[in-house]
């Protein structure tokens, strides 16, 4: 990969590379594998499933270009982030498949009710968070958008709703610290679909995989530092579990 970074303002940027990737599938035993894999009733596997690249071999050489650009006024506030920010990435295929693919996420950090100028308290903050992709042409079935995990449904494992050529997510939170321990609680709602498009993604893997393609989740968690403790019930299963994941959510 090759690209070049620019800074157009304080608060935005933007960059435009070149990609070039040699991609092989490989199962278990490193063997290339030309469909996905699929446990049968008696224990042993079956590739009867998706082709697991453009070509339908198993490898696939790919050149495209790439750009993104970023708006983020965020800042911290006794070390809570408020503010928005705004992220628009476009890939363009060239050589081993023809695609324009696009995803544009935005995100508000809204300040319900700050604290007191001698208060070290984090602010009381609403978040509120929506995400769209979406591909046109030729898709790669590992290029598919993951519906589910920390950074997109929580609640789900990474693609455990589907894999799909369009999706869209959408997320609200709201953070209130606690005191004496100068951090925050929070409780929050997601949810996520693919708007039917996974029939559209060769082989369709989301329905051969008996994903649901669409799915909420709600729960509440405490921070303790750069950890999230989360209590999430998926609204599918009506099941509520509880994750430790390092890192902000948005």
């Known amino acids: ?50 082709s697991t690249t453009i070509s339908g071999k198993g490898r696939d050489r790919l050149l ?11 800042y911290f506030l006794n070390g809570c982030p408020v503010g928005a920010r705004d992220i628009f990435t476009i890939e363009q295929g060239i050589l081993g498949g023809f695609f324009n693919r696009h ?6 950090f809204i300040p319900l009710l700050k604290p007191k100028e001698s208060s070290s308290l ?13 591909t046109i042409g030729d898709l790669a079935p590992y290029e598919c958008f993951a519906l ?12 455990e709703l589907g894999a799909a ?49 669409s799915g909420s989740s709600c729960g509440a968690g405490i921070r303790t530092g750069s950890v999230r403790f989360e209590f999430i019930r998926d609204m599918n299963a009506g099941k509520g579990h509880l994750f430790a994941t390092f890192g902000e959510r948005f």
């Open 1 to 50: 990969k090759v690209d070049i970074n620019e800074t157009y303002s304080r608060n935005s940027k933007g960059y435009f590379g070149v990609v070039a990737q040699d991609v092989t599938t490989k199962d278990e035993g490193g063997q290339v594998c030309t469909n996905g894999l699929r446990a049968t009733p008696t224990g042993q596997y079956s590739a009867s499933g998706p």
């Open 64 to 74: 495209y270009l790439q750009g993104s650009t970023v708006r983020d006024t965020t």
């Open 103 to 108: 995803h544009m996420s935005t995100t508000r």
């Open 122 to 134: 984090p602010p009381v903050v609403a978040v509120l968070h929506g995400r769209f992709s979406n």
């Open 148 to 159: 589910g995990g920390p950074y997109s449904v929580r609640g789900y494992t990474v693609g």
């Open 165 to 213: 050529r369009r999706t869209g997510e959408f997320a609200a939170e709201v953070r209130l610290p606690i005191p004496r321990f100068n951090t925050q609680c929070y409780g929050f709602f997601e949810h996520g679909t693919d708007f039917g498009s996974s029939k559209t993604v060769k082989g369709n893997p989301t329905d051969f995989y008996r994903r649901a393609g």
